[in-house]
């Protein structure tokens, strides 16, 4: 088998690509009547779907990992776990799955690029959600200690009442571009001209 495109997309961190790539491999593979078992990089597989957030792809490519493959590659159940916990949305516990596996070399990349991705989206919807939150739920969406969490959303604007131990959201000011709509300007133009005519 060729994995020289997988590969050189975990070489250059186009980790969003992977899932797409193992998928169009396996199925390549797969029409040529090949079975593999313990050559293909499921845990890979799994954590590239993982990543793009496609978490019904990595459940029906779960169910289709033969049983022998999930007993002797404990990375592959590692990385169903973080799928788990997502579907779950088990927020703290993403981040439990991610830190209780020693993680190969190939997967370390792809594993942490994802934990700083889910972690700023995590981050954004406090953002949306919230206008006031604890230290400690704060800690439990973003994975981190108390302390760090704080020093995290202090970073980012917020403010901390040091003898309540609550964060205040700082909200994120988004700029709304208007469109000029061509009829209105044409009715505008038209009404400018008859009041000086």
């Known amino acids: ?14 980790y969003d690509q992977i899932a797409d790539i193992c998928d169009t491999l396996m199925l390549q593979v797969s029409s ?3 079975i593999f078992q ?3 990089p499921y845990a890979i597989h799994l954590l590239g779907h993982i990543y793009i957030n496609d978490i019904n792809s990595a459940r029906f490519l779960w169910k ?15 990385a169903w776990k973080i799928g788990q916990k997502l579907w779950a949305r088990d927020y703290a516990g993403v981040y439990e799955a991610i830190r209780e596996f020693n993680w190969s070399p190939e997967a ?5 690029s994802f934990s700083e991705f ?3 989206k995590m981050f954004e919807l406090l953002v949306s959600a919230y206008s006031t939150i604890s230290t400690q739920d704060t800690a439990l969406f973003l994975g981190l200690n108390a302390d760090d969490a704080a020093n995290y959303a202090l970073q980012r604007g917020w403010t901390l009442d040091l003898s309540s131990q609550m ?16 009829s209105k300007l044409q009715r505008l133009t038209e009404y400018v001209f008859n009041l000086e005519h």
Request: hydrophobic share 40%; net charge negative; aromatic share 6%.
């Open 64 to 78: 289709r990992i033969p049983l022998a493959v999930k007993e002797s590659q404990p990375e592959v159940v590692a």
């Open 38 to 40: 313990d050559e293909w």
């Open 32 to 34: 040529q009547g090949v």
């Open 118 to 120: 889910y972690t700023k």
């Open 167 to 182: 964060l205040t959201v700082k909200k994120q000011v988004v700029a709304t571009e208007q469109k000029l709509d061509s």
């Open 1 to 14: 088998m060729d994995f020289s495109a997988l590969n050189d997309a975990l070489a250059s961190k186009s």
């Open 108 to 112: 370390q990349g792809i594993v942490a």
